[in-house]
Each structure stands twice: as C-alpha cells, then as structure tokens.
C-alpha cells in the first residue's frame, strides 16, 4: 500500500534534512526527493523520505467535491 | 491531523454513499478493482463495504509489494543471511513472508542469521558505515514510491565509496502488472471477469504522475480513477467510476489532485533512471513472469548489485497447490473460493501471496471481514 | 591509611558492572543482595533472610497468584523503565483477579556486564513502585548469564493477594448484554517504548502509561461488588487481543464504538507513521471492564472519580456470537471485525 | 483435500521453533500456552485462564513465597533438565522455610529460534516433576526474547506453601549446641552439568541428584515439629556457602567433621580432575538441617527412613564464634576454615 | 583413587607428626619454604599447620603461575580481546587475575571481549579451526608443567598451516624464581630472612628432573627435598628437611620418587627446547624483573607469537603501594602484615599477587588460615 | 601448582590419544609427550595431557618410609 503520510515540514537541518511534524510529534526525514519544498509546507513521507507534497488549494477543492453532484464543483483535472 | 482527518469525516461518507445509491444503477453490476493494497486497507479498517451500494463489488489486486514478492527471492535474502554472512537489512512488512523450507526472514534470524529491521533505506546505509568488517546487503522491495529512496542509498554509498553495502533489488512497476491482468484471457473474454474500473495507486502516482494510466483507459477501455487512501478519496473515486460506467466514458481522472500531477515527481524519476533499468521479466507471486514489470541497478552501480556480488541464482518456488491466488488477484475468484482459507492458510501460517500481509485480499478478508460470511447476531439485553 | 576492622569493600555502584560471580552463590552474590537489593528493598519479610518468605493473610479468603516476565527494550523508556513495569505489571494482573495485591516476589536474570549504576536505578524504580503501591518485594532470586545470553536485566515478578467475599472476577465471567468500560487512553505505553527503538526513533512527548491498578479496582469493586465481570489489562497485543481472548473465554462476541476508544493524538500520529494500529498496542496502565448492564453507570462513576480512570469510558456491549467475533462500528460509519494480534506488530511500509 | 470446519493447523512441534510471534501476545502466543503449556499442564487453576489463578488455603496457617530463577547450561544434563530443576528448586526453597508447598507460578523467557521439541521436552520434564511433587503450576507467562539476547530458555518458577503450627524454621535460629545434619552425598548435580559442559566433557555416570524434598522435610517436621531450626538446601556455592549464611545468619559458627560428608567417588575423582572442591558444588537435591540436641537423633532417623535421605548424616555441630567462621576437622587430622565461595567456581589448571 | 588415597591418610599423618615431634629441636626455629602453590594448597586444606611442632614454620613461596602473572601481561590479553577483536582463550585460572583499569580477563569478557576458559592448549587450537574468520589468541600461561602442551599446540598449530592461531606466551621458569628469592639482599644476609630450606616442586620435577635443584644446594647451602602435593608427601619433606638441619646438610631429596627422575621427561624437554627459548628477563609479579625466568616462542614459529604477530609492546603496571607481596614471597612479612589484608584486599578484590589465586599465601590465609590469627570458642552444648 | 593426577591408561584410542580412568570417571587425554606409556599404566595427567608416569615400586617404597626412622626403610634417591 506505500504507506505515506502528509507532514507539517517545520525545520530545514542540514543538506537534504528535514524535521516533520505530525499530530505532536516530530521526525528526521530526508528531502532529497522534493528539492522545492520549503518550510511550512505539507509533505508526503514514506519511508523517511519526502516523495511529494500537498497542494493545499487542490485539496480544499477535493473535499468540497466529495459527494456533490456530478458537475455541482469545479471539475478535477481530467485527462481524456 | 491535517489533511488526513478531513478525509475521514464519518459525515461526509453518508453523504457520498447516499450520492453512489442515488447514481448506482439498481440494475446492473459493477465490479471494480482497487489495485493497491493501500485501498484495500482503507477499504477494511473504515468498514467501507458496508456503506457501498450491494451490486458495487470491490475486488481486492495484487497492489501490495510485499505479497507480489516471490518465494524465490525470499529464498535469495535467505541465502544472504544465512549461507553469506551477510547483514541483511530489511523493511518490517517482509520478515513474515514465507520461503522455502518453511522458513521466512523471521525464522532465519531465528537460526541465527543477522536479520535487521530497518524504517529507511538510510538506516541500512549507517549499518554498513559502522560494520565496515561486514557486508551489508538491504533487501530492496516496493512500488515506484519506494524505489526513489533506494535510489538515493545506492547514489550515496557510490559517492561515499561505501564497499560493503549493497542492494538485493526487488522493486516492481505497477503499470505492468495492471496490464498483465487485463491481458489476462479471463479478462479479456469479455464477461467472464467483469472488471469494470481501476481506482488507480495513490503514492506510486505521486512519483509517478498519472500520465502512465492513460494507455489502459484507451487500450482496455477501462476506466481509471487516481485516489488518496484516506476512506472519503475511495468512495469518492468509486463513485467517479459508476459515473463513468453509467455514462460510458474510459478516462483517467484524478481524484488525488491535492498530491499527483500529470506528470510526477520528475526529481524521484530521474533519479531512478540514474541507478536503475527495466528488467526483461519478473515473477510475481500470484501472476507468474511479468514482462518489463520489474526494475534492476545500471551496469555502472554494478558493485552495488547484491545479485552480481555474491553471484546469486534465481530458482522460482511453485506456491501451494490447493492456493487460488493467481484466481484471487485477477477477480475470478474470492478468498472464502480457496479450500485452505481460513484453516491451513491463515494470517500466522501464511500459504499464498493474498494472506501474506494485512493488505492481502485473504489477510483483508481473514481479518476484518469474515464475519459478513456469517451471520452474527447482535443482541443487546436490558 | 587507616582500614576500620570490619571494613568490606562496598559494590561499585558507579563504575562496577554485573560478573558472573554475582550469580554464584558466594560472596560476592551476598554482597549484591545486601547492598544493592536489601537496601532498596527493606522490608520485614526479605530481612528473614531465608529461602523464602513467611507472611500471615487475614484468614477465610481466597489467594490469587499471578507472574509475569518482564523484558522490555530499551530498558529505560520515557515514563518508566523494566523495574517499575515489572512492580506495575504483577500487580495489576493480581488486581485483574479482583484481588488485593499483598506480596511480590521477583526473579532477576542479569547479564554479564550490566553496569551496577544501572541495575540501581532498576531496582530503585522497583522500590518506588512497590512503596507506593503498599506491596512490598519479600523474597527474591538473582542469576547472573553470560554476556550476549541476556539481555542487560530479565525480571520476572510474581505476586499473591487476597480476594474479598462475593467478588467474582474472570474473563469467563462476560455475558451478552454486558457493558464494556475502558479506564483510559490506550496505546501510550507501546509508542513511548517504540520512539526510543534504535532507527524508529522519533521525538515525542508521549510517556508510557505503567501504573499500578489495584486502587482503581477497589474503587470499582467498592461501587459495586458483583457487577465486576471480567477485569482485563490490555499490555501485549493491546486492546483488541485483550478483547478476543475475553470473547473467546467466555464464549460471546462483542461490539465495539471505534468512536468512543481514546487514543492521544500522538499516539494516533505515531501510529500512521510507522503503519500501527493502536488498538494493537500494549498498555501497562489501563483496564477494560466487563459489567452487568445494570452496575455500569456506578462502575463507570467510580472509575472517573478515581486518578487513573479519569478518561474512562464506555467502549462497548457484550453480543451473542457463536464465532466470538469482536466487531467495531468504526467511526467512519462502517463496521469491521477486529481480530486478534497476528505474529508481532512490526512497523510497517506498506 | 478436506479441510474441518475448525481446524486449525497445530504447533509444529517436531521442526518448529520458537519465533518473537510466540511473545507478542496474539493468536500465535495464544496457541503456544494452550497446545503446549497448558496441555502439559493442565489443571483446574490454569484452565480459569485468567490474568493469575485464584485458590483456596487452608485457614490459619501462615504462607511462605519463594522465588528462583533457573538458567542452566546445557538444558539438558544427566539426570535432569531445566524443567524438572525449576519445578525442584522451588519447591525446596518452599519446603525450606517449613512449608508444605501448595501451588508454583512460572514465568518463561524463551530464546527467539529455540526449538520447539526442545521446549516439549522442558515442559514436559517439569509437567512431571509437578505432577510426581503433588505441586500443580497453577499460572504463567511467556515472554520471548530476541536470538542472541536469552540462552534457549529461563524458567523463574515461584512457590506458594503453608507452614504448620508450631513450625520455626529459619537460617536465624541456630545455636551453639545444635547439631548439623546432611541429607546425603554432595556435588552430584554441579558435576554433572560439568561433565556436558564443551571443552570440558567426561565421561560419568554421575547424574544429578534434582529431587524435590518437601516430602523429607515433612518427615523430619513429624519426627520434631520444634527440634528443626535451620533447613537450608545447598545449591549454589554448594554446602559450605550455605553453612556461611547460615553461621552469618545465626550469628554463630560451626565445626564440621570432613570424614562424616559423604562425597561419590566420581565425584571426588572429577573435582580433583578439575581443581574443584565438592563443598562448592551445587546440589539440587540435598538438604542439611540444624537441630536442637536433643531432636537430633529422631530427625536423623526420620531422614534415614525416607528414600531421598538414606544417605543422612551428622556432619557437625553449631559453635559460638563472633567470626562466624565454618570450621572443618580434617580428615587428615587438621582443622581449617571453610570459607564462602569466591567468585565463581571455575575449573583450575593450577 | 590409587596413588591419591593412599597419600592423604591420617593416621600414618600422626606418625610423622609423631617423628616431627620427636626430631625437632625445641630449641631452635625451622622456617621453609614450600616454592610451589600444590605444596600450599595442601597445607591449608588439609590443616597441615595444625600437625607441625610450633617451632616448625612453613613459608609460602611465589609458586602459582597465576600469582606472578604481572598487570602488564593480563593488560596485553585484554588489548587482544577488546582493541585486537580477537577471540582469547585461557585456563580458567587466570580469569580473574586482576590488571589495569579495574579490569580482568572476566571483566573484559563482561565488556564484550571474546574471551574463553579453555582446559587445554588443545582445545585453543580446535577453537582456531572452528573460525576460520577470526584470530585465536591462547593465553598461555605456567610453569615446566604446562609449558610442554603448549609447545605441542605450536607444533601442531605449524603442521596444519593453522594461520589465525597464536600464542601469547607466558611461560615461567621455577629454578631462576628460586634463584632470584636467594639472591635478594634479605635472605642474601644471613639471618634477616631464615630460610633453612625449601620444598620443592613436585609436577615441575616431573618435566625437568630434580637435577636443576643441585645448584642451589651447593651454591646457596640449603636443603632441598622435593615432594608430591600430596599432604604425607608433604609431611614427609618437612620431616626430609627438619633432618637435613639437623644434621647440616644441604642436598638435594627426593621424596616423589614415584614420579620424578633425575633427568626428567626428556620428550617434553625437547618439544620446549624446539619450540622456545630463554627470555632474556620477564617481570614477576611481587618479585619484579627476573633475568632469564621465562620462555619466548623460537624465530622458526615467529608466526605464532602473539607478541610479534599484533605488535604487542609490554607496559609494567605497578601493584597497589600499600601491597606487601614481595616481603610475603620472601619470607620476610606475613599476610597479616600487610595492612590491606582481608579488608581491602579479600579474595574478590585482590590487590596484589598472593591474594590472587587461592594458592596465593594471602590467599590461602584468607580462605583456610585466619582463624588461627583469632581465638575461636568451639562450646558443644549437651 | 600445576594441577596434576595419577590415571589408570585403559585403552589408546589414536595417534598420541588415549582414554584415561579415575574414580569411575573417563577422559580423553593426549599421550604424546609420554610416548612409552602403555595400557595398564598409571600416567599423570595435567591440562588434558600425560606429562608422567607412576613408578608403582617407588610409589611402594614411599608409603612404607612415611613417618618411619631415618635409614629404616631402605634410603630414597639423593644427589649429592
Ligand atoms: S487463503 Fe491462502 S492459499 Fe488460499 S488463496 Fe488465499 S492466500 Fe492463497
Ligand atoms: S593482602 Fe593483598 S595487598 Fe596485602 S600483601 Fe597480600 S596480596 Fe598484597
Ligand atoms: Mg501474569
Ligand atoms: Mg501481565
Ligand atoms: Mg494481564
Ligand atoms: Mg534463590
Ligand atoms: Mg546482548
Ligand atoms: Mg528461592
Ligand atoms: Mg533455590
Ligand atoms: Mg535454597
Ligand atoms: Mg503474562
Ligand atoms: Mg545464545
């Protein structure tokens, strides 16, 4: 299943080094991955390695759509 | 927690179970299949069957990396540990699988083998820095989310001329093992599986982007939706797909937007074509050789290569005979179908790749649903 | 330099470390008890010195005996360590009887090498519990294995006590119908042990939850002495092992509210990250009732009033069940059934 | 291939081995205690199945808890293994303090990878002893630890007894006057562990003595409920360290008679073989007594009629002595101090 | 036990007690010096002291192997175990002689070190073929007696190629330990120190013969009588001796002619000669640097040498100040003497070499002797 | 001391190894420094090796001088 998990980046230490947080506690993961990630941001962590990051607008728009009406929210990116 | 609780709202999931009655049409059947084992997860512990319309069907795939492993390549790490002397460094999720001779990783550290327990490929780097007197050896396994950092292990240990690590890579690729189902002559005889729809891998597609999935939508005309793991983004996605089905559409859509993109992690990508390549073919446990389905390390990180280092063979295992997997994975079959389920074949005694871990289409089904075979009263006195 | 006549040498407690000849019966075991064990220790029954412990119990009651081996590590964890959790978890496994904790008794098996310093601060935080508690250790044992045949400190802790009339406690005892209560948070104790773990390690503030239990018992029995069914403290395999082994004991099923299980947020966070669930994770601190319907409100009232039961809650109903299910509506809205621990819970990646 | 409804695969206990899964208190632990331990077992007290047994004592008496860890290597020697050892050893640290054992706790540590015929073999070896003692293991635990952190398997077993009115039993109670008795030949058990030990191997017959002695001692108490002071079983640092704790003890000393202990030939033969001396080794199935004058020769007697007695002797008499030194009337006509065990016995080339 | 029994009987104890009696002068002291640890082993445990007349006193010499093994060498066996990783193995004797740092080959072995008891220089060479992977260090220590087992382990050790084993070699010689005892300034100085002769070795006899004794006799005018360990072996030498006082002579006696030649065991002499050569000075502990007392491993098996092999370099440690060792191996104090004894020093804290083994003569007062330093009151009630 | 010990030699059991008895109890032992050692001898065995042998004459004669008058046994050895 890739268990990952979004995280709170809070502190950058060191090259490619990073401190998370989530839920009140806090991890040493690596950032290698995600050279843009930036302080403040939402992380995806798998593995002691951030792999992505969360789109903060692109999840408020998924949780307003979440049992709408076809159509009733901007649509989602489609490929066709 | 941020951007996980939200998407667990007990609310929010009445109001698309109530959206999925409304558009689920009472007439028809609709069988989809969740690829990974992280939908299945969600799928079990949230209770998410129960609130999905009687005709929608989810069948369970082979998305977990740990029950694709093949007997043969336990056997392989096996072989490190205990005939090498090699420190074997390993993610908790494989040290149950089990291997030849009824042993598994956990038994041959049991005999004596040096068998570790790592939560990082970085963690088996360090083991090797600090027993230079050792080889060290991490047995790689994983989807396209956990390539990239075995990636970045074998790129460091290159640059810090680290000469007594080395990777036994097992990683694999999903989007051929979707396809080897779809070819599958049980699939593509129309009707004789009736898999209606993928909801497509949430972190792989993170690394991956969603782009991949479009040669299915178009080739198999098989709707795919990109979901988040979390239990809202699967029902959602599921509901997504009875759209589609209901309005005859073949698309990839992407319901986890808030994380992939249309073209993936380019970083994580292009550091995995550095260290790695295809491989001709793979066994997958359940669905037999896979071509161009797995992933092996460059020529040029050779050293790095486990499998050349210590010169190993690779000799594959038949499962049990009585074990449907094969049947399982592709949706022919259900667990409660396999003879052994539930006696010979449970989560402690593992027979088949679905019991092996929890994400399991047997192990799902052993452990949190089970008792939907059986009615169970419930009464409450006073 | 002037020697006093009877001068002995005393135990390096801050330099020394564990030999084999601490295990061998002589001297030097000798000095190991008086010095490091009598001394936190003391107490009437181990100053008799002998091979056992003679004690009196108020006549006419039934005894419970109970032993548990102790071999956590990392020995010293936030909130606690291998000696208190050993003092904690006899206790409470008398108490889970519905017993009153009198005595313990304690087994050590020390490998060659344990720095003294730290066999001290063991045994020390073992001395704390049990004065606290009010049962004192009155007899114990010391081996000493080879290095790399231990693991620092094994202690294996056995106690007796006394059940008061009318009390009638069993994980037999749950019938359909019956009330499930819970004393509190689960979980803390497995995270804070696993946040020390050599590469699993994370900061947290998470202490573990080791208590003694036997008070909070009284007070349930006090509200209501026969309404007390089955008394449980989930430690391995957690909550929902503890939940099927009483299931299967007393023959029933049961329907849990995920909604109504505590769990600290921490806990929940520490559990996504390593792939855990903590309704698997052990608890040195908390217990899980089975009541009859009618003394559960009073059960539950005791419990809140008491320190340790100040979160407890209502967790859940005894069913009628042939398969002895337990099963959970889960918060989501669904409904699972949650099984017993399979193999070890091992952090996970996928 | 026909499956039953409810089967469930048993314990392989012919290839199996014991795996951190057999620990972690789930369905695999489950199936441990019920396949094997409980099946060896079996008893009404372990059948309750609950967090520790509840029993009933006779009333009135006082109670007497002993506790020993046992972690000998090898498992397995002549005469005997862990298993019927932990089941005889506390049995006589009960029996030792006048007590009638009633019930034992025992708590298992077992190795990551132990084999699980060998684990058969221990619990089946102390099933029996329990049974032949007329001693049930009304409880347990069983913790595994990981391979190379335990040594196959540590048995801490803890004992529960009565002791009769009128009965004063206790290493304090000697006094000068009183008379030392042996229950028999010494350094068996010791030797024959020795004699398995690698590197150190011999051939012998020798075997070691384990026995439980609650049935001797219950005979020396009806030949003198008062007259016994002092039961003292010698086990590690052999008979002399046990006499030093109890001069100590006392605050007495003794004099022994070298000529009146009896010794095996073989035994004789392997400590001279190995630069070791008799009175240090271990017995596991001996006991010596101290004794009021005057009930010496009715104790003696009763010790001599029952079969692990037969071989009884007065060894010597109880002295004032401020030192509490243990002296000893050589047989070669000397007279020496019989001191404490230093460190370990380990064998000598010079 | 044939050739045991028959030397440890009382009764024919009181008989030479009985000549003992009767032969020794009242008016005059008799001191000897038992040389080696079996003879005062023997004293203490069978309770010798108590059947000699008053006048009739037993010094206990540096004669254990185990007492005069300085810090510095225990130190070097440590260094191999804990810095060199290298598997030691030792007679257990030596286990827990204490060396620098608080430490001891037990301690060290608590620390980590691969340190094992072995009962034979055999069984070091069997634990040398069982890994291969590792270096097996014999700790070799001892008189005459243990030399030759030694040089047989070498010697095969160099038949079979047996690359990963080697010796650290510390072997001692008894007749230049006796020699360096005579020549020191108090005994030298007649009177200061009376020694009117000594027992000698009974299983170093056995190797070298009782020729080596003869120099001393003529050079230094003392009796000798070599003696088994036996305690009427015993017995009859001091009775040897008390004669040979009496009647001023000053020869060379042979009381364990069962055992003891001449000559000696000429096979094992020759294996020694092949294997070792003399040391130009070793330290011993309490007596300091003794000239040509020890034996080095020959140029032809340098390989075997632990000393060279890891490039050992040998630091002296010097005893704890307050330790009167070197008067007690002279003759010159008493244990009681020494103002750490039995307090500081006891036997599980030795301080310096007599407390060390139980042959030690601080030792075997502490464990078998003290009560005799303090009235006992033996009452037997009714 | 050098802890030594007469054995009974019952049975030579390979090159320069052979079975020794004591007590009722059996070791193997190394005879390779005795190399005229026979079955039926006593040896003395020290650190799993016969280094010696009993002279069961002298063995005699020395239990028959003990304690008795100087000169009245027959004299021991003695070098001058
Ligand atoms: S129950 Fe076991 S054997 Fe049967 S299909 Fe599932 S995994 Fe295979
Ligand atoms: S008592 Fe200890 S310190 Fe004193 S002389 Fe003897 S060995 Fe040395
Ligand atoms: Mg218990
Ligand atoms: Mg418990
Ligand atoms: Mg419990
Ligand atoms: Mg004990
Ligand atoms: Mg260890
Ligand atoms: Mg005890
Ligand atoms: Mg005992
Ligand atoms: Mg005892
Ligand atoms: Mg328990
Ligand atoms: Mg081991």
Redesign the interface.
């Known amino acids: 299943?890739?268990?990952a998990?979004p995280?709170l980046l809070i502190e950058m230490i060191g090259p490619d080094q990073a401190i998370v947080e989530?839920?009140?506690?806090?991890?040493q993961v690596s950032t290698a991955l995600v050279p843009d990630a930036l302080v403040g941001d939402y992380v995806i962590?798998?593995?002691g390695h951030a792999i992505g990051q969360i789109d903060p607008e692109e999840a408020r728009r998924t949780l307003a759509m979440f049992g709408e009406l076809a159509g009733a929210t901007p649509a989602l990116e489609t490929q066709p | 927690?941020k951007y996980?609780d939200e998407f667990?709202?007990?609310g929010v999931?009445?109001k698309i179970?109530a959206r999925l009655r409304a558009e689920a049409a009472p007439e028809r059947q609709y069988s989809f299949m969740e690829f990974c084992?992280?939908h299945t997860h969600a799928i079990?512990?949230?209770?998410?069957?129960?609130?999905l319309p009687a005709n929608v069907r989810m069948i369970h795939g082979p998305g977990?990396?740990?029950c694709v492993l093949p007997i043969g390549r336990i056997d392989l790490a096996i072989q490190l540990a205990l005939d090498k002397g090699a420190i074997v460094c390993t993610?908790?999720?494989t040290?149950?699988v089990p291997a030849s001779d009824s042993l598994s990783l956990?038994r041959a550290k049991a005999r004596g083998g040096d068998i570790r327990?790592?939560?990082?490929a970085t963690?088996a780097l360090?083991i090797a820095r600090q027993n230079p007197g050792h080889e060290v050896v991490f047995f790689a396994i994983?989807?396209e989310t956990?390539t990239p950092p075995t990636a970045l292990a074998i790129r460091t240990a290159h640059l810090e001329g680290l000469a007594n690590f080395s990777v036994l890579c097992c990683h694999v690729l999903t989007p051929s093992a979707i396809t080897h189902i779809l070819e599958s002559p049980e699939v593509r005889q129309y009707g004789t599986v009736p898999i209606d729809g993928f909801v497509g891998p949430a972190h792989v597609s993170i690394v991956i982007g969603s782009a991949p999935y479009e040669h299915f939508a178009q080739e198999y005309r098989k709707p795919v939706v990109i979901a988040g793991f979390e239990?809202l983004d699967v029902m959602q996605a599921v509901l997504m797909l009875v759209r589609q089905v209901n309005e005859g559409r073949t698309e990839v859509e992407n319901e986890f937007t808030r994380a992939v993109t249309s073209e993936g992690n380019l970083t994580a990508q292009a550091l995995v074509s550095e260290v790695f390549e295809l491989r001709a073919s793979f066994e997958w446990r359940g669905l037999g050789e896979v071509p161009y389905s797995a992933l092996k390390i460059r020529p040029a990180f050779a050293s790095f290569d486990a499998e050349r280092r210590f010169g190993l063979g690779y000799r594959p295992v038949a499962d049990n005979k009585a074990c449907e997997c094969g049947a399982i994975l592709r949706g022919v079959k259900k667990p409660t179908d396999c003879k052994i389920f539930g006696t010979v074949c449970?989560?402690?005694n593992p027979m088949g790749s679905c019991m092996v871990?929890?994400?399991g289409a047997c192990a799902a089904h052993?452990?949190?649903?089970?008792?939907r075979d059986?009615p169970?009263?419930?009464?409450?006195?006073? | 330099?002037t020697?006093?006549?009877d001068?002995?040498?005393p135990l390096?407690l801050k330099?020394g470390?564990?030999?084999?000849?601490h295990?061998?019966?002589?001297?030097?075991?000798?000095?190991l008890i008086e010095e490091l064990f009598l001394k936190a220790f003391d107490n009437e029954y181990l100053r008799?010195?002998?091979?056992?412990?003679?004690?009196?119990?108020p006549?006419?009651h039934?005894?419970?005996?109970?032993?548990?081996?102790?071999?956590v590590?990392p020995l010293f964890f936030p909130g606690g360590d291998v000696g208190a959790l050993s003092v904690h978890g006899t206790i409470?496994?008398?108490a889970?009887?519905g017993?009153r904790p009198l005595?313990i008794?304690?087994?050590?098996?020390l490998e060659?090498?344990f720095p003294l310093a730290e066999l001290k601060r063991v045994v020390d935080s073992m001395a704390a519990a049990s004065r606290e508690a009010g049962v004192p250790i009155?007899?114990?044992?010391?081996?000493v294995?080879?290095?790399?045949?231990?693991?620092g400190v094994?202690i294996?802790t056995?106690?007796?006590?006394v059940?008061a009339h009318g009390v009638n406690v069993?994980?037999?005892n749950a019938?359909?119908?019956?009330v499930v209560l819970l004393s509190g948070t689960i979980g803390e104790h497995g995270v804070a042990v696993l946040?020390q773990r050599e590469?699993?390690e994370?900061?947290?503030?998470?202490a573990s939850d080791t208590a003694a239990l036997h008070t909070l018992v009284a007070a349930m029995l006090e509200a209501s002495r026969d309404g007390v069914r089955v008394l449980?403290?989930p430690?391995?395999?957690?909550l929902a092992?503890t939940l099927n082994?009483v299931a299967r004991?007393s023959g029933v099923?049961m329907?849990l509210e995920e909604a109504a299980i505590p769990v600290l947020?921490?806990v929940?966070?520490?559990c996504?990250?390593?792939?855990l669930?903590p309704l698997?994770i052990?608890n040195e601190g908390k217990l899980v009732a089975v009541c009859a319907?009618?003394s559960a409100a009073a059960v539950l009232a005791a419990m809140r009033a008491h320190p340790l039961g100040g979160n407890a809650v209502r967790i859940g109903?005894v069913?009628?069940?042939p398969?002895h299910?337990v099963?959970?509506?889960?918060?989501?809205?669904?409904?699972?059934?949650v099984?017993?621990?399979?193999?070890?819970?091992?952090?996970?990646?996928?």
């Open positions: 299943m890739c268990l998990i995280a989530l839920g009140g506690i806090r991890k962590v798998h593995v | 927690m996980i667990r709202d007990g999931a009445q179970a084992g992280g079990s512990r949230y209770g998410i069957t129960e609130l977990c990396p740990v993610y908790g999720d040290m149950r956990v327990m790592v939560y990082s963690d360090q994983g989807f956990t239990p449970t989560p402690e871990s929890s994400e052993y452990s949190y649903g089970r008792f059986i169970v009263r419930v009464e409450v006195a006073a | 330099m020697i006093k006549k001068y002995v040498r390096d330099n470390r564990i030999d084999m000849g295990g061998a019966g002589g001297r030097a075991a000798a000095q008799q010195g002998n091979d056992g412990a003679v004690f009196d119990i006549a006419g039934k005894l419970v005996m109970a032993t548990d081996g102790h071999v590590s409470n496994d008398v889970m009887c017993a005595h008794a304690a087994s050590f098996i060659e090498g009155i007899t114990g044992d010391t081996k294995v080879e290095k790399g045949k231990g693991d094994f294996s056995t106690g007796i006590g059940v069993s994980g037999a019938r359909p119908g019956d946040s590469s699993l994370f900061e947290t503030t998470i449980r403290d430690t391995r395999g957690g092992t082994e004991q099923g329907l947020p921490q929940d966070a520490a996504e990250l390593l792939g669930d698997y052990a319907p009618q109903t069913t009628e069940d398969h299910f099963q959970m509506a889960t918060r989501f809205g669904g409904r699972r059934v099984d017993w621990l399979s193999g070890e819970q091992l952090p996970r990646i996928c």
